[in-house]
């Protein structure tokens, strides 16, 4: 079973920038999708952006669009999320999560490991 771990969560003005990155370990995750959920206080998990396992094809939600690229680095096992012009309302632990073979990328059910989730605070 892979184990992921995210870091680069932390506080930033609204505007700012923040790079989020995923390692994984254990296990791989060169031959599988990706993908980038969130989770604002008291509300559902959320998606957030997708990536296939070559990364020649990404996914996001509307709410990030523009904003937000998702990345990855098969060599380094790990996944990135670049995260500009931040909004308040992106404030939310984020999650990355490995995709299982079939299933849709926006749900929750599709992903079969998770990592503990980063802590991203955007003050107005």
């Known amino acids: 079973q892979v184990q992921l771990v995210e870091s680069g969560g932390g506080l930033v003005q609204a505007g700012g920038p923040l790079r989020l990155s995923c390692a994984a370990s254990?296990?791989?995750?060169?031959?599988?999708?990706m993908g980038w959920f969130r989770q604002a206080p008291g509300k559902e998990r959320e998606f957030v952006a997708t990536i296939n396992w070559s990364g020649d094809s990404t996914d996001y939600a509307n709410s990030v669009k523009g904003r937000f690229t998702i990345s990855r680095d098969n060599a380094k096992k790990s996944l990135y999320l670049q995260m500009n012009s931040l909004k308040p309302e992106d404030t939310a632990d984020y999650y990355c999560?490995?995709?299982?073979?079939?299933?849709?990328?926006?749900?929750?059910?599709?992903?079969?490991?998770w990592g503990q989730g980063t802590q991203v605070t955007v003050s107005s």
């Open positions: 254990g296990g791989t995750i060169s031959r599988y999708a």
């Open positions: 999560a490995r995709r299982r073979r079939s299933g849709s990328s926006y749900f929750i059910e599709s992903y079969d490991s």
